[in-house]
């Protein structure tokens, strides 16, 4: 989600954590990519290497926080007013824009991309965090103070991300510590990053490529709505089936990369007199907002498990545009500041340790809503400031080597 993934650009705060790799697969003694095995398309000279065409990309820490509480404040018993589903949202239409302009960006600097360096670089952002929580999370139920349950397949289908199709298709309940549940995603980003950098490796280096990759990319995007909608007709349908599969929720992902290569405003050159938003540029904004909203109020089922996420990308890619566009612009310079900023870097920890926390307080104590996400944002702030205190330095040093 992300939640941060591996590529993180930390506006504000720290400077972007950039993708690197060796020189590209190339035909002896040249500079040229060797095509895949069997194709007869002609190879493009790989580019010479260049520095980064863009610095920190403003507002994403912002963005990122924003996310993490709309979860946070819908798990802490106003789902029914504000879904936690919409941040789940915003962060797979943020992890796909951030992640596709660094690839991009490798690309344009070193005519590669070190596929390998990549999961690596994601092992060691996600993966120390998420051993911390689990271990957490399973003392507390073994101790008593949190329900839910223990089993070794739980277990494992929680750290080799198949958290989402376990919950579907083989959970019935108590097999997992509670709270836990919210790892679903972590598996649907897992689940698409095992494939998209090995296609953006082998498609970048023809002609056209990254036309070609608009018009996949947004052909898999109907195929996913399409898929949805038949799947919420079937006998039997429950909704978590189109909630949580990777399958059926890859093309929030899909939305930010197509960002990325359409229109991207981390990478377009500025105009004279284009300094500010103009009044259509609010009218834009408006009607994407509008747009994002209408997908919150209209409850009618087979549309929230189907047109809703799609709406929901399509509503994200202006607003997403023009927040990092002009991050000092109206109400988009809140997300720039000091505290959204410093949200939005511990959003992973957060995301990972918030419920837990939420569903470990005395249920024989009355605790109004607004006091329970108050008291759960403090706490999972704070667990989420200790693991990037005293775990992730460590991990950030062998994801510096991999870059």
């Known amino acids: 989600m992300s939640l941060r993934g591996d590529a993180t650009v930390r506006s504000v705060v720290t400077a972007p954590e950039s993708l690197a790799s ?33 610095g920190p990309i403003g507002s994403l820490d912002g963005l990122r926080a924003i996310a993490v509480l709309i979860v946070v404040v819908s798990h802490a018993g106003y789902g029914d007013v504000i879904p936690g589903g919409l941040g789940v949202t915003i962060f797979f239409f943020l992890s796909g824009y951030l992640i596709t302009t660094l690839l991009l960006d490798e690309w344009d600097r070193h005519g590669a991309i070190n596929v390998k360096h990549f999961y690596g670089r994601r092992a060691f952002r996600l993966l120390p965090s998420l051993f911390v929580t689990l271990a957490v999370a399973y003392l ?6 949190l329900d839910g349950g223990i089993s070794v397949q739980g277990f494992f289908s929680q750290v080799f991300y198949f958290a989402n199709y376990y919950t579907i298709f083989f959970d019935h309940g108590g097999t997992v510590p509670t709270g836990t549940g919210i790892l679903w995603s972590l598996a649907v980003e897992e689940h698409f990053y095992i ?3 090995l296609l953006m490796w082998v ?12 018009g996949l990319f947004a052909a898999l995007c109907a195929l996913a709505l399409a898929w949805r909608m038949w799947l919420v007709t079937q006998p039997g349908f429950v909704d978590i089936r189109t909630y949580y599969g990777s399958d059926t929720r890859f093309d929030s992902i899909l939305y930010g990369a197509l960002l990325a290569l359409c229109l991207n405003p981390a990478r377009l050159p500025w105009k004279p007199g284009r300094e500010k938003m103009r ?15 209408g997908t919150i109020l209209y409850r ?13 990308g399509i509503a994200l ?3 997403f545009f023009y927040a990092v566009r002009y991050p000092t612009a109206g109400p988009f310079r809140l997300l720039n500041t000091r505290v959204l900023a410093r949200l939005g870097v511990l959003s992973y920890g957060i995301y990972l340790i918030h419920d837990v ?19 759960g944002v403090a706490l999972a702030a704070g667990f989420a400031a200790l693991l990037d205190r005293l775990v992730d330095p460590y991990f950030r040093r062998k994801r510096a080597a991999l870059r």
């Open 22 to 54: 060796p020189a590209p697969l190339a035909s002896p003694g040249t500079d040229t990519p060797l095509p895949p095995p069997g194709s007869s398309a002609p190879p493009v000279a790989a580019p010479a290497p260049k520095r980064s065409r863009f």
């Open 140 to 145: 507390l139920v073994a101790i008593g103070r």
């Open 195 to 197: 494939l998209f950098p």
């Open 203 to 214: 498609v970048l280096r023809y002609r056209n490529a990254r036309r070609f990759l608009i």
């Open 279 to 293: 009044s259509i540029d609010w009218l834009v904004c408006a009607g994407a907002l509008a747009l994002l909203l």
């Open 300 to 312: 009618q089922p087979e549309f929230r498990e189907s047109l809703r996420y799609s709406l929901q």
């Open 317 to 319: 890619l202006p607003l």
């Open 357 to 375: 926390i939420l569903s470990a307080m005395p249920a024989d104590i009355h605790i109004p809503n607004w006091a329970r996400f108050i008291l």
